[in-house]
C-alpha cells in the first residue's frame, strides 16, 4: 500500500513537472495577441479595443496543441454574475484552473440570455488567458498621457547624511 502511493505520488510529480515544462514552451513561443476589436462610445469615437476570445484562441491553438495542451470550461451563474472556471489539461495528467466572476449587466442594452452571454465570453477570456499565462498587446498609452502633461519638476534637496553612532550607542 505505501509502494503503491509512493508509485502515485511519484506519478503525479513527474505528471506536473512535465505540465509546467510544456507551458514555459507555450508562452515562449506563444505569439503576440493584437487587440482588434473596437467598442465605440456613443460620440463614434473609440473607446477601448481588446483581443476576442476566438481571436486569442485562434491565435495560440497550434502551440497548445503541440505541447500537449488541451481546455475546458464550466460556469455557474446567478441573476448578478457569472463565474467561469477554465481547466487547462496536459497529456501527462496534470491539470491547473483558473476563475474569473463577471458581473451580468442588467442595464445592458441586450435580451437577458445576450447579458449573460455577454458576460460570460466575457469571463472565458480572462479565465483562459490567465490559466495559459497569456498576453494581448496593450497599446502604450502611458508615455502620450504624460507628454501631454507639462513636466513638473521636483524640488532637490540634499540627502542628509547620517549621524556617526558611537559603539556606546549600539549597549
Known amino acids: 500500500s505505501r509502494l503503491m502511493d509512493m ?3 511519484l506519478i503525479q510529480e ?25 467598442v465605440k462610445g ?3 469615437k473609440v473607446r477601448y479595443s481588446y483581443a476576442s476570445l476566438d481571436e486569442i484562441v485562434k ?28 481547466t487547462a489539461h496536459h497529456i501527462g495528467g496534470h ?19 445576450q447579458k449573460v452571454g455577454a458576460s460570460r465570453t466575457y469571463a ?8 495559459f499565462g497569456i498576453l494581448t498587446a496593450d497599446e502604450d498609452t502611458d508615455a502620450v ?3 501631454k502633461q507639462p513636466q513638473k519638476s521636483m524640488p532637490q534637496t540634499p540627502t542628509p547624511k ?4 558611537k559603539e556606546a550607542e549600539y549597549n
Open 7 to 9: 508509485r502515485r505520488e
Open 14 to 38: 513527474k505528471a506536473k513537472n512535465d505540465y509546467f515544462e510544456a507551458l514555459a514552451r507555450v508562452q515562449k513561443s506563444c505569439p503576440q495577441v493584437e487587440k482588434t476589436k473596437e
Open 42 to 44: 456613443s460620440d463614434g
Open 59 to 86: 491565435a495560440v491553438k497550434k502551440t497548445l496543441e503541440e505541447n500537449g495542451f488541451s481546455y475546458s470550461f464550466s460556469s455557474q451563474n446567478t441573476d448578478k454574475e457569472i463565474l467561469v472556471t477554465c
Open 95 to 113: 491539470s491547473e484552473s483558473s476563475q474569473f466572476r463577471a458581473p451580468i449587466d442588467s442595464s445592458a442594452y441586450m435580451s437577458a440570455v
Open 124 to 131: 472565458k477570456r480572462y479565465c483562459f488567458c490567465d490559466v
Open 145 to 147: 498621457e504624460e507628454e
Open 162 to 165: 547620517p549621524k556617526p553612532v
